[in-house]
Every structure is written in structure tokens, then in C-alpha cells.
T-cell receptor, first 115, second 115 residues
Framework: KNQVEQSPQSLIILEGKNCTLQ??????????LRWYKQDTGRGPVSLTI???SENTKSNGRYTATLDADTKQSSLHITASQLSDSASYIC??????????????WGAGTKLIIKP | DAGITQSPRHKVTETGTPVTLRCHQT?????MYWYRQDPGHGLRLIHY???????DKGEVSDGYSVSRSKTEDFLLTLESATSSQTSVYFC??????????????FGDGTRLSIL
């Protein structure tokens, strides 16, 4: 069964510190992996997408990595800011041969940045 | 921000009553989606639409119906609401159905409580 698991479920860090969020997936056939940021009371917003051939991609203070062999992705946040407090959601795309294109969503990591 | 408006933003109703949620977009995107988001779960697809009057079921479609009579509007109906349908409902839109082309853009959700 296609699954996406994220860890930790929640994380509290001090402003200015770095953190890394994990996403492990068992999705086949893999197409791509995207990270979304969801502020409280808002819908998710895309941060970055990783395709099969990409290992690392940065978007400002956010750096995503992908290891397609171990089926793991991470999202590293550098020099955290209070505005980084949000849930971060990993979603993996699959393109099965016998059915439609699918998105498998993780449950998210809730990140709290404390001053 | 993508032009997506969900209404109402909050609703409390009783078991057995019909409920309709509305999603309105100003982007002229072909694809529209309804998701529900519950604690401990990833976003779960209820129904989606790939054009006017063209809709299909998602993974949790039981108890829900949808209609799309115009490109800009996608309605989600709970014919007879149950307490298990208490959730936050998100509408999303996309130009295409492939995540590597572009992400889905989400509304800010409708918080529905069924007592």
C-alpha cells in the first residue's frame, strides 16, 4: 500500500535555530515529491518539488533533499523565524499503470518556533 | 495568492441535515478538488473535477456528492450529515493534473462541525 510517513509529529525549537523534518515513503511507481507549508487556519502552500533525478533543492532558508534509493526526503530549515511556525506536509505523486495519477499525503509535522 | 474562495468558512449543523460547501475560483483552472483534513491524517481526496460536469470519486467519497456547472464553481454536498463528517474541508485547483508541472493551490478551508 502506498504510504507517506512524516517525523516528528511535532517539534518545538528556539528562534534562530536550525531543524530538519523527515518524510519516508513507500510509493510506487514514484513520480515526484513536494513539500507544502500550512499556516494555522490556511490552506497548504507549495514550498518545493523534488523529481526523481534531483538530490537537493533550496528555496531561501528551506532546503529539501531526496534519496530515491532509500525513499526518504528531508526538509531543512536554517535560522528559523517565528513565521516558520506551521505544519509542513510531504506529498508523493505516483503514476500507476492501471489507474489514474495519485497523490499520497503525509500527516504533516507541526513546527513551533519560540522566541 | 491564487483566487480561491471557500464559503462558508465555518458552519455548525445537526446530524441528518443537508450541507453544501462552495468553492469559487477566478483562475480559470480546469481541475478542482475537494479534500478533508483530520488530525493524524493526511489530506484525503473526496471528489475532483476535470471540467464542467466532469467529476470523479476520490478515496473517501461515500456520503458526499459534487457538482460543477461552471468552470469557476465546485460544490460539495453532504446529503445527510453525520458526526463522522466533522472536519476541515479544503478546495484546491490546478491547471493540469500532474504535480511536476505545477502544484495545487488551496483555499483557506471550511471548518464544519456536525452535532
Amino acid at each position: 500500500k502506498n504510504q507517506v510517513e512524516q517525523s516528528p509529529q511535532s517539534l518545538i525549537i528556539l528562534e534562530g535555530k536550525n531543524c530538519t523534518l523527515q518524510c519516508n515513503y513507500t510509493v510506487s511507481p514514484f513520480s515526484n515529491l513536494r513539500w507544502y507549508k500550512q499556516d494555522t487556519g490556511r490552506g497548504p502552500v507549495s514550498l518545493t518539488i523534488m523529481t526523481f533525478s534531483e538530490n537537493t533543492k533550496s528555496n531561501g532558508r528551506y532546503t529539501a533533499t531526496l534519496d530515491a534509493d532509500t525513499k526518504q526526503s528531508s526538509l531543512h530549515i536554517t535560522a528559523s523565524q517565528l513565521s516558520d511556525s506551521a505544519s509542513y506536509i510531504c506529498v508523493v505523486s505516483a503514476v500507476p499503470l492501471d489507474s489514474n495519477y495519485q497523490l499520497i499525503w503525509g500527516a504533516g509535522t507541526k513546527l513551533i518556533i519560540k522566541p | 495568492d491564487a483566487g480561491i474562495t471557500q464559503s462558508p468558512r465555518h458552519k455548525v449543523t445537526e446530524t441528518g441535515t443537508p450541507v453544501t460547501l462552495r468553492c469559487h475560483q477566478t483562475e480559470n483552472h480546469r481541475y478542482m478538488y475537494w479534500y478533508r483534513q483530520d488530525p493524524g491524517h493526511g489530506l484525503r481526496l473526496i471528489h475532483y473535477s476535470y471540467g464542467v460536469k466532469d467529476t470523479d470519486k476520490g478515496e473517501v467519497s461515500d456520503g458526499y456528492s459534487v457538482s460543477r456547472s461552471k468552470t469557476e464553481d465546485f460544490l460539495l454536498t453532504l446529503e445527510s450529515a453525520t458526526s463522522s463528517q466533522t472536519s476541515v474541508y479544503f478546495c484546491a485547483i490546478s491547471e493540469g493534473n500532474r504535480e511536476e508541472v505545477q502544484p495545487q493551490h488551496f483555499g483557506d478551508g471550511t471548518r464544519l462541525s456536525i452535532l
